[in-house]
Nanobody
Framework: QVHLVESGGGLVQAGGSLRLSCAAS????????MGWYRQAIGNQREFVAT???????NYADSVQGRFTISRDNAKSTVYLQMNSLKPEDTAVYYC??????????????WGQGTQVTVSS
């Protein structure tokens, strides 16, 4: 089994910054795409950013220029640096990754989520 554990959420004022981390653990053979999604109360879960194993990135229009996704393959960890935060960024942020375990089975895996609250 593989697991994703997020950290770094919290309460911040508008205009502030936070850095989220997500570490993968377990019987990991390889990790492919990693990404972040978020879900605000009353809304569906939405895409925030993704990064391939080679470092190619993709962002939602709403966070482009403010958020930066990165990864450390040696640590099996993906990060989300969030700058110029706005109240509308308030949500539970979920880590997601395509992970192949030692049985060569590829699974799309989610973390448990971390709360980000931006006050105005």
């Amino acid at each position: 089994q593989v697991h994703l554990v997020e950290s770094g959420g919290g309460l911040v004022q508008a205009g502030g910054s936070l850095r989220l981390s997500c570490a993968a653990s377990g019987s990991i053979f390889s990790i492919h795409d990693m990404g972040w999604y978020r879900q605000a109360i009353g809304n569906q879960r939405e895409f925030v950013a993704t990064i391939t194993s080679g470092g190619n990135t993709n962002y939602a229009d709403s966070v482009q220029g403010r958020f930066t996704i990165s990864r450390d393959n040696a640590k099996s960890t993906v990060y989300l640096q969030m700058n110029s935060l706005k109240p509308e960024d308030t949500a539970v942020y979920y880590c997601n990754a395509d992970i192949r375990d030692y049985s060569r089975k590829l699974e799309n895996t989610w973390g448990q989520g971390t709360q980000v609250t931006v006050s105005s």
